[in-house]
């Protein structure tokens, strides 16, 4: 492993370790004003939801490293504080990324990246119309992290009031998480964007006490073949199943024709168990693949 102290790392090489690692980064698209009305529209992917009730959600428009200046959001946001966070799908990505050049304070990012204002209803600043999702914000707090070029400023923004694009709903009006298409920030020019192909859903652990992978047998916790994911879902379970349903699937034609052909040699047959776990686990199928593994 590399290991690193930070205080032996330039700024640029420090920022460049953390925004690689930390990553993929959601984007809040931010538009902003100041008191004369000037608009500022600015991406910042250092960026999260951080409570349900009240909803708030974390920004923070960072000093430049260049010149340690601030940036206009922050500026316009202590004048004004409040934004709409718009939501960055794949479609608005590269406009996105021309709002982020630094234009004078006096030019409005919407204009130049060539997104449409549309008004707001409970906030001064204009949403992006092209957004699948747009937050209404008030600003609680502003809580700067430093002085120094680099440092964040966390901007703590209170969801008052969300618009959502009703083509990205399912039938019951919630969001289709396969519709939105969103990006997110990497490391350097990287960005990824979520596709359908690339969702899988993880069974949450909220209702059940799974019996922890240091309670799975040694012989299957030490399988040179099942992996650490594999050991998380066997660990996800609260109980093993009963005998009888254990004997009950060895009576299977395909269980009994690996058990048969590897009669004798067990090191063979915990392979062929193993592998035949592995595929199922991989498939989803997590009681099926305990069966299996205890015969
Ligand atoms: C996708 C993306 C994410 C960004 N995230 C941040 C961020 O989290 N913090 C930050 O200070 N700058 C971030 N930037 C750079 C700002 O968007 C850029 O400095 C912008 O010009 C600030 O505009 P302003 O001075 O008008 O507020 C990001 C840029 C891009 C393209």
Request: hydrophobic letters at 40%; proline letters at 6%; a negative charge.
């Amino acid at each position: 492993m590399l290991s690193l102290k930070v205080s032996d790392l330039s700024i640029p090489e420090l920022h460049n370790y953390l925004q690689y690692a930390i990553a993929p980064r959601p984007i809040c698209f931010a538009s902003t004003i100041d008191k004369a009305g000037n608009i500022n529209l600015s991406p910042f992917s250092f960026f999260n939801l951080f409570s349900t009730n009240p909803p708030v959600c974390v920004f923070s428009p960072s000093r430049r490293v260049r010149d340690n200046t601030t940036k206009h959001s922050l500026e316009n946001l202590h004048e004004v504080p409040e934004c709409v966070i718009n939501i960055v799908n794949y479609a608005m990505v590269q406009q996105v990324s021309l709002a982020s050049v630094e234009y004078p304070k006096s030019i409005n990012e919407f204009i130049k990246s060539g997104f449409t204002m549309l008004p707001s209803e409970l906030v001064k600043p204009p949403r992006v119309a092209e957004s699948p999702v747009q937050f209404e914000c008030v600003v609680n707090e502003i809580k700067s992290l430093g002085n120094t070029p680099g440092a964040g400023n966390l901007v703590i923004a209170e969801i008052k009031l969300m618009h959502i694009n009703e083509a990205i709903l399912d039938a019951d009006g919630k969001i289709d998480q396969e519709k939105i298409d969103h990006v997110a920030r990497l490391g350097g020019d990287w960005y990824c964007r979520v596709t359908p192909d690339n969702l899988f859903k993880v069974a949450k652990p909220v209702k059940t006490v799974g019996i922890g992978v240091d309670a799975i047998p040694f012989a299957i916790r030490n399988s040179k073949i099942l992996t650490g994911n594999n050991l998380g879902q066997l660990g996800n379970v609260e109980t093993l199943p009963a005998d009888v349903e254990i004997e009950a699937y060895a009576q299977l034609p395909e269980i009994k024709d690996v058990l048969d052909a590897t009669f004798g040699d067990a090191s063979t047959r915990e392979t062929q168990l193993h592998l035949k776990a592995k595929q199922l686990l991989d498939a989803g199928k997590v009681a099926e693949a305990w069966k299996l593994l205890l015969l």
